[in-house]
């Protein structure tokens, strides 16, 4: 939903490498791909880091977050977006998991010492 506003909101033309007809095939930033791509698995990798114990935490983790930072390049490589739009969409994204994750710290820290194990 983020992406979608933002991407309507600013109206960014794609690169010229593709035709499009479709406007929301027509708009280029932020990158869609990008923006989930890093939201949802940088969350997963997040999450794997404070459930799993180590070396494997460490090895999961950096795995999710290789495999969410990928989707990016490859929306340049095939020139559907400009490299600015995947930059806005992981400061976006960054900003967006920066919220929910300030929430869920808030909501924990509410939580009594007993309900939290």
């Known amino acids: 939903m983020i992406s979608n506003i933002l991407k309507f909101s600013i109206a960014r033309e794609r690169p010229p490498f593709i035709e499009n007809t479709d406007l929301q095939q027509h708009l280029s930033f932020p990158s869609g791909h990008a923006f989930a791509g890093f939201t949802i698995w940088a969350a ?6 404070h459930q799993l114990r180590p070396p494997w935490a460490n090895v999961v983790t950096i795995l999710l977050l290789v495999i969410g930072l990928l989707q990016a390049p490859s929306r340049l490589i095939v020139g559907k977006h400009w490299v600015t739009d995947v930059l806005g969409s992981w400061l976006v994204g960054a900003g967006w998991l920066l919220l929910v994750w300030a929430a869920f710290l808030w909501w924990l820290a509410l939580r009594p010492v007993e309900e939290r194990v």
């Open 44 to 49: 997963m990798a997040i999450i794997a880091w």
